[in-house]
């Protein structure tokens, strides 16, 4: 793989939640990985997701004899280790960063966890919706006569989690080519997430931001949202800017004097009855026809089967499409070391591989297999 991370050698504890797919994501952009997966019962547990692509994988009980002295080898060449367990848990197993930065000096030391490796929460279980509920992020969502209403896991696991990773080693990386030393990225959904919110912080600071369902960004403003159409399809519309919103009344011919009341937060329930009962006359399809591909900040609201197929997304190879189905490509662009997905893997595919090019002979491989570290 030539993407611009090629060269840099990761290996990952494989977990769930976010921490896959931030390595997904240095994968994609060329980085070497090689995922350890523990065994279950004995046996491999095959995995083969797209999230899982682009690795090497060997299959190895960290927790058995001899197990952790192979993974400490390994990490030995590494330069990116990532982990996504609760706090304590690598340390258990001899593999916590006091033991590895000194062994490998140069080692960013990747931590994935919802709470974060201190604070009173984080020692305990919580998923997603927990996270971004502590940070405030969660109450702004939804409408206002009902609980919030729980997003995809974009916005925690991924957004306040994998990125914020990949973020933190990709800057420990770039520091440590010029100190020679690695060190440890305590990466935490909760301060991601929190960290994502600033703007509305500040909104709320300055007395610009009410309540949930009354606001310019969470469907309050009627020109900012999405309507349903004549068919039961729906498109959103972004019209902030008063060039954009001159545009939609004039296309869509509305001469209603409300309308030009736009920052009046008062008649906006009002106006949004209006756009909702104008939107309702005709189909998604007719709607685009009069709107998509102006200033009025247009898009129909596509799903997963529709999305892929749209004429901008197939321009721009958003999607791949191929044997394996339909799947987002890489991201972002690079203009000279173009990011690619690797295949995907199955757990513990390559244990064998991975054993013999640390050095294993055949003696230390059947004593590693007799005691239950590998398949």
């Given at each position: ?21 931030a390595?997904?994501?240095l994968?994609?952009m060329g ?32 927790r ?48 994935m ?17 927990n ?9 702004a ?21 994998a ?8 800057a ?48 309050g ?32 011919e ?117 005691a239950?570290?590998?398949?």
């Amino acid at each position: 793989m030539a993407g611009p991370l090629a060269g840099i050698k990761v290996v990952e504890m494989n977990a769930i939640g976010p921490a896959p797919f931030a390595v997904m994501l240095l994968a994609d952009m060329g980085a070497e990985v090689i995922r350890v997966d523990r065994l279950q019962s004995g046996f491999l547990n095959g995995d083969g997701s797209v999230i899982g692509r682009g690795r090497r994988s060997i299959g190895i009980d960290p927790r058995k004899p001899g197990a952790a002295e192979v993974l400490l080898a390994l990490i030995d060449g590494a330069d990116v280790l990532i982990e996504g367990f609760r706090p304590g848990v690598m340390e258990r197993l001899g593999l916590g960063p006091e033991v590895c930065l000194q062994r490998n000096p140069r080692l960013v030391y990747g931590r994935m966890t919802g709470w974060g490796q201190s604070g009173s929460l984080a020692p305990v279980a919580g998923h997603d919706l927990n996270y971004i509920a502590l940070t405030g992020a969660l109450h702004a969502m939804g409408h206002s006569d009902r609980e919030p209403t729980p997003p995809l896991h974009l916005v925690g696991d991924m957004g306040g989690g994998a990125l914020f990773l990949v973020t933190g080693v990709l800057a420990a990386l770039f520091e440590a080519q010029r100190s020679g030393k690695g060190q440890v990225v305590d990466a935490a959904i909760t301060d991601g997430v929190a960290l994502m919110s600033t703007m509305y912080y500040e909104f709320r600071q300055r007395g610009e931001w009410r309540d949930r369902g009354a606001n310019l960004f969470d469907g309050g403003a009627p020109f900012y949202g999405c309507y349903t159409c004549s068919d039961g399809g729906m498109i959103s519309i972004g019209s902030i800017e008063p060039q954009f919103y001159r545009q939609l009344l004039e296309l869509c011919e509305i001469d209603d004097p409300a309308f030009e009341r736009q920052w009046d937060r008062d008649q906006w329930p009002a106006l949004r009855s209006k756009l909702e009962a104008m939107f309702r006359t005709r189909t998604r399809e007719q709607w685009c026809h009069l709107l998509e591909g102006t200033d009025v900040c247009f898009a129909p609201v596509l799903d997963f089967d529709e999305a892929p197929n749209h004429p901008h997304l197939r321009s721009r190879g958003t999607f791949i499409h191929d044997a394996d189905g339909v799947y987002p490509a890489p991201a972002p662009r690079f203009s000279r070391t173009p990011a690619a997905p690797g295949s995907r893997v199955q757990n513990g595919a390559q244990t064998m591989e991975i054993l013999h090019e640390l050095g294993l002979d055949e003696a230390s491989v059947a004593a590693l297999r007799a005691a239950g570290a590998i398949a």
